[in-house]
């Protein structure tokens, strides 16, 4: 008998380029508030928003070094998940496969509702998602598609063909439409039948594996192959890193969505941005009316249609319209709305020179994982030399976060031995300790973070140990 639930699959990768200084490479933007003052990330608002009857728990596909954070993020809102890590990056549609071939192993007909973790939502979505979900069980691809609010280049377009045989409410996909120009852009809107691409979409896993196998082959093999060889880890799989290195670095829509008979698309209309920049997270944020969006010690005069990002220094902004300026305590941006999506650039700028500020924020930046709505204090920097160890301790009523930003070693609170390297977390519970080791050729150099108010004095203990 087939199942009625919705498994919801939740893809946690990227890094957010075009949103630095927020977002970094070992602090990505899905793993960041939403409204920039400590509130529920991305990830967790994601994850929320399709929790409770006739959804399953979560299976969340992220690179295999978020793990622990991915697991402290979901914790803190209370929500068991499975988990498979890429070892490298290789686009969603490897990624949606390794959650098909996941899901098929208990239920091939498993219907899994894809979501990007990175997205903000406001309205009903579940009502159109589970009206459409028979359409889904008899076999479609079903994509979902927002019906516009203006003309939108930065977006992608679906447009609508004849209805269904399958479901109501559910059209044929006459063409997919990459970003237009914005001449474009108006007359699709203006048309009345053609949507945003979401990035959404639901089908059962055995249909997916089917048209992979179709129009894919070498990828299914190649993901086939790394489920197989996959490491079981603490909440899931780790992929292996050589046959997934085969598989091809593309989207579904490109492997899949827009070569499949099977897709078809379901207009929804909700409050919907992908995020994708400083001028959407403007555009999103409750404006003053001026048209200003602030945050932190920051002050405007005679300043309209602006994004003002400060921290706990003062940010002063007089006589400009249309900037966007984000200040964190180790890299300052300063743009426009008109050259936002340039700051993508800057990143591989910032690369290319190898600067560490577009990998991990610095020890003095503050560090919001989005739990409970708290911000998280300024991290402290503490190294460990080749060959030693330390043990960390929360206090009753708060605990700490461990993140590494050089070397690799190994830790365990009273468990298994865990290893733990560059873009890993580790979190200390009140009332709890963690004993971290060095075992590399270089200094394990972390940062540890305070999450409660009365810890900062919790003992850090230092010692030598004999390595095997």
């Not at 988990?83 to 239920?107: C, H, I, Q, S």
């Not at 080749?386 to 960390?392: K, L």
């Not at 070693?409 to 979190?427: E, I, L």
């Amino acid at each position: 008998m087939m199942s009625r639930i919705i498994h919801p699959v939740i893809l946690s990768g990227g890094m957010g380029t075009r949103l630095w200084p927020m977002s970094r490479v070992a602090q990505p933007k899905q793993f960041q508030s939403v409204d920039g003052v400590g509130g529920p990330s991305f990830l967790q608002a994601t994850v929320a928003r399709h929790r409770g009857d006739g959804f399953a728990d979560p299976l969340l596909i992220a690179a295999a070094s978020e793990e622990i954070l991915v697991r402290d993020q979901l914790a803190a809102i209370d929500t068991p998940a499975r988990f498979v890590g890429e070892p490298v990056g290789r686009n969603t549609g490897p990624a949606v496969l390794a959650a098909a071939l996941t899901l098929a192993k208990d239920d091939p007909s498993a219907t899994m509702l894809v979501l990007p973790s990175d997205h903000k939502i406001e309205g009903d979505m579940n009502t159109v998602v589970t009206a459409m979900r028979p359409g889904a069980e008899a076999g479609r691809i079903v994509l979902f598609g927002v019906v516009p609010k203006h003309a939108e280049t930065g977006f992608g377009y679906i447009t609508c063909g004849a209805p269904t045989d399958e479901q109501e409410g559910l059209y044929e996909v006459s063409r997919f439409i990459e970003k237009p120009a914005l001449e474009e852009a108006e007359r699709l809107v203006a048309g009345g039948d053609t949507l945003w691409a979401s990035g959404i979409s639901m089908m059962r896993a055995d249909v997916l594996i089917d048209e992979f196998a179709k129009h894919d082959p070498d990828t299914l093999a190649a993901v086939r192959a790394a489920m197989d060889d996959a490491e079981v880890t603490e909440t899931g799989l780790k992929l292996s890193e050589a046959p997934f290195r085969n598989a091809a670095n593309e989207p579904t829509e490109r492997l899949i969505f827009e070569r499949s008979d099977r897709v078809a698309v379901a207009p929804v209309s909700v409050d919907w941005n992908d995020v994708g920049a400083w001028t959407a997270i403007h555009s999103i944020s409750p404006k003053t009316d001026d048209g200003n969006v602030s945050s932190g010690e920051a002050m405007t005069f005679d300043t309209r249609n602006s994004l003002i990002r400060a921290g706990d220094k003062l940010v002063t902004v007089i006589g400009m319209d249309d900037v966007i300026v984000v200040d964190t305590p180790d890299a300052l941006l300063v743009t426009n709305h008109a050259n936002a999506q340039k700051v993508k650039d800057a990143v591989t700028r910032l690369k290319a020179d190898g600067r560490s500020e577009v990998a991990r924020h610095s020890e003095s930046a503050p560090v919001d994982i989005g739990q409970g709505g708290r911000a998280v204090p300024a991290v402290s920097r503490r190294t460990l030399d080749v060959g030693e160890s330390a043990t960390f301790r929360g206090t009753a009523s708060g605990g700490k976060l461990l993140a590494v930003s050089d070397g690799q070693g190994r830790w365990k609170n009273g468990g298994p031995v865990h290893d733990f390297s560059p873009g890993q977390n580790v979190n200390v519970a009140p009332g709890s300790s963690v004993e971290l080791w060095n075992t590399g050729d270089d200094p394990l150099r972390i940062f540890e973070i305070d999450l409660g108010d009365d810890d900062a004095d919790a003992p850090w203990e230092g010692k030598r140990y004999a390595r095997a």
